[in-house]
Structures are given as C-alpha cells and as structure tokens.
C-alpha cells in the first residue's frame, strides 16, 4: 500500500508518495528508524523514507530536489560523521537483497545489503567479494567510498571491482551506470560516489577464493616496541597475497574482556593470507619470536568465517576515528603510537598501523576515484566517545596525527567516524588530479548539491 505523506520541509510543505514507511519526528518508529551501528550521533531530520525500492529513493530524491532541502542516505549506520539536521535521510535497510552469478562472478547487491550476506552467497559458489574486516558493515557505504578489504593487497580495493550501479541521480533519474555507458560516472562512483547520486543496487566483481590462513597473534605490552620493530621490516617483504596490520590497545579492566587481555596494553598482529595455509603459516612464522603470545588465532579458515581475524565488537556503540595514509612506516609513527595512544594516553585509543600497496597501487580498467595509492601504509586512531563525547579524543588524536604527518599523503575516507567533516578535506582524501575531474563532474551531474556526499567537493 502507498504512503502519501504531505511533510514540512523546507519553506513549503512537500508532498511524497512511497510504498515504504514515512517518519517525523516525535512520531512512533522515528528514533528506531534512525538507528545504527554509530550511538554517537544521532540524525535529526525533518522527515525518514523508508526505502523499499528505487520508487521510493525517488521520491524522496524528487522531494529534496525539488525543495533545496539536504538530503543523505543510511544503511547500517556504521559510517556516520556528524549529525544530519533538517532535510530528508533515506534508510535503505528495507532494500537489502543480494543473488550471486557465478558464471560472471558477479553479486547484485541492493543498496542495504551487509558484507556477511555477500560473504555466504558468494562462499556457495567457491568466490568471495572483496569485504573488509566486519561483516555487518553495509556494501554501499564502504564500496562507494573505496573499501580497503582484507584481500585488497592481492586484489585491490573493493570499489576497483564495482563493475555497475543502479543510481538515482539529481534529477530524480533511475540510471544503470557501467564503464560502456557512462565510464565518467562509474570512475566517480568508485571512490566518491555518495556524491553523486543514491545507489539502489551495485554489480561488484567477486574473486575465487574459499580459504585464507589468517588469525590474531597479541602479545603484551613490553613485546610492543619489538612488535613494531618487526612488522616494519616483515611486512616489507611479504608477497601480495598477504595483507597484515598490527593494533595497539589498553584493554579495559572490565569483566567483559577476555582474562589473558583484560587491564593490559597488548599489541595484535592481524593476518590474511589469500594463498596455501602452508605458506601463510611459513610468512608468520618469524613473527612468532617476537615472544610468547597471549592469544594466538593463527589457522586456515573458510572465507566466510573472515570476520573472526580482527574479531571486532559486534554491538552497536559510540566512537570517533581518523587515520593517515603513510608514505612509509617511520619508527617515529610506532614511538608515538606507543607514547600518545598508550596506556598512559587520557583516553582509550586503538591505535591500527595496516600494510598497504600491492595491488592497491594499480589502477583497474575505467580507473577510481581512489587518492595515494601510492601508500605503505595506513595508521588509523579509533577511541570510544561515551555518550556522544568526540570532543575528549581530539586531542589525543591530533596530537598523533602530527606525529605521523611528516610521512602523511591523505586520508582514506571511510575510515573517519564520529567527527565533524574537517578529516575529509577533498584534496587530502582524493589527491590534486583526482579532485579537478570530481569537481567538473560534480558541476556537470549535479550542480545544486542535491548529494552532499561524505566528502564535500
Ligand atoms: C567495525 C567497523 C569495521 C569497518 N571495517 C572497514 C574495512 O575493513 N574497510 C573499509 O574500507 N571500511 C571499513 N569500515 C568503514 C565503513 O566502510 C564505512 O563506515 C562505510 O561508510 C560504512 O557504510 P555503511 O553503508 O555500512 O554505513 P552508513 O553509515 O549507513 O553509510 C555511510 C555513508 O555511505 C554513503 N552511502 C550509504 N549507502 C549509500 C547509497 N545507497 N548510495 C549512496 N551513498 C550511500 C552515505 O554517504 C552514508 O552517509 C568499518 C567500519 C566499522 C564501524
């Protein structure tokens, strides 16, 4: 049945007719509607549209077009930066569909659909998509944003493999966008696409792919300076089939926490090789001298059990995040990670140094929208922000983002939570060249700013 809601946003009332829910606030459903992974931040728009399909997004892209009012689209509401206030958001969980070819190696993927359902329909057919450390977080978010995926080293990243997408653009338009017909677009999708339009559905490329060796190796915190000391020279001589990171972490002091963990700093060497267990377990093994670890996941394991390598919290909570894309991995950068983000640091800082390059260093066929590929490596900061609270992290995080900046080439946008939009300067996320060709594109595709996207151009 259709909804027909006749709604106040901007100066003048705007009708809108969906065959999906309609929400204002103080209204049941709204609060519930708006919810996510991200308990910071909360939307606080004049009107919901529950997206059941591409009818819907129309709508309400024709509603917010139509009246100058900002518009944004939610799916799991893992990436939320600030508060949107006023205009329209577009929920799209309702739209969360997937089916897998397996004769093109291709998922379609509606735009709520999650990583852990591509996972499990890809893994039927002996592939994998080119997903990232948690499989709740949604397709569209992070594949439009890039997606640096636990595979990207050997394969790239994941918006290399976006290969079509279905997308409302400004003018209320449904467009099945792909290299063919439209090779401008699909470049800007890859990388910066919440700019410029909403996208319904998405055709990524999946590899094949049915076991990784990989797991978590943690040691205890006088085994960190050692810790950093390796990984900087191993993991400049891995292979590319193998991508690595190391997280440094004060465990709370909290029955939650694992024992062997709890109340300690601990320094994790995370691992996805995407070759033989063999060989995995030979690329590890020098690692292992490091000292006796605390926790030692290290095993061969089924692609759909990926989620389980870094193992990250799965309930929803507040956090704020940045990060820097490194030309290299200066001892300085692991000093002050050790010295600033430590145990000492005044607030709970998760400091992740990932190795990069690989196949992240290549351009696919039609290019991205993907700035310093050129990078070693990735230092990310995520803090929890109790009660909506970022303002507290900041400084610890600026202080380390000096530290690393003499060796900083950008930012890689997806990773940049829970904070206003200054981490996301264009230039720092896209680089010089990328940016000119957005910004024509933008002026040309959608000149009103009906898509403010993640990153303003
Ligand atoms: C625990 C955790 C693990 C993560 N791991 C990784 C990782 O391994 N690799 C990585 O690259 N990132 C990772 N991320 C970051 C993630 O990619 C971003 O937060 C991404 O924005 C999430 O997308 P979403 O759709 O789930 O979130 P949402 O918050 O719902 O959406 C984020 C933004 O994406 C855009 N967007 C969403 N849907 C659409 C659409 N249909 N059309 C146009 N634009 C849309 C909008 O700008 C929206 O504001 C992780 C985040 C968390 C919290």
Known sequence: ???????????????????GPVFRPDEPGFDEELSGFQLGVQHRPELVVGATGTADVQAAVRAA???????????TGHGRLVADDGGIVVTTNRMAGVTVDPATRTARVEAGARWGDVVEKAAVHGLAPLS??????????????GGLSLLSRRYG?????????????????LRHVTGGNDPDLLWALRGAGSAFGIATAL??????????????????????????????SWSAGLPEATSSSVALMPFPDIPAIPEELRGRYVGTLAVTHAGPAAEGAELVAPMREIGTPLVDTMRELPFTESGTIHNEPAQPHSYTGTNALLTELAPAVGAAAVELGGPTAPVLCVVQIKHMGGAMTREPEFGAAIGHREAGYLFSLVSPAFGGDAASARPVHERLMSAAEPWTLGVLPNLVYGTDRAPLEARSVYGEANLTRLR??????????????????
Do not use: C, W
């Open 1 to 19: 049945m259709l909804s027909s809601r006749a709604s106040s946003v901007g100066p003048m009332t705007t009708k809108i007719t969906t065959a």
């Open 65 to 75: 077009a139509g009246r100058g009012v900002p518009l944004s689209v939610q799916s």
């Open 132 to 145: 990232g450390s948690f499989p709740g977080v949604g397709v569209a978010g992070y594949t439009l944003g």
């Open 157 to 173: 990243y994941a918006a290399d493999h976006l290969r079509a997408v279905d997308l409302v653009t400004a003018d209320g338009e």
């Open 203 to 232: 055709e990524i490329g999946l590899v094949p792919l049915r076991t990784v060796y990989g797991g978590r190796l943690s040691f205890a915190g006088d085994d960190v300076p050692a810790l950093l000391d390796a990984f900087r």
């Open 440 to 457: 024509e594109l933008k002026q040309q595709r959608d000149p009103a700013n009906v898509f403010p996207g993640r990153v303003p151009l």
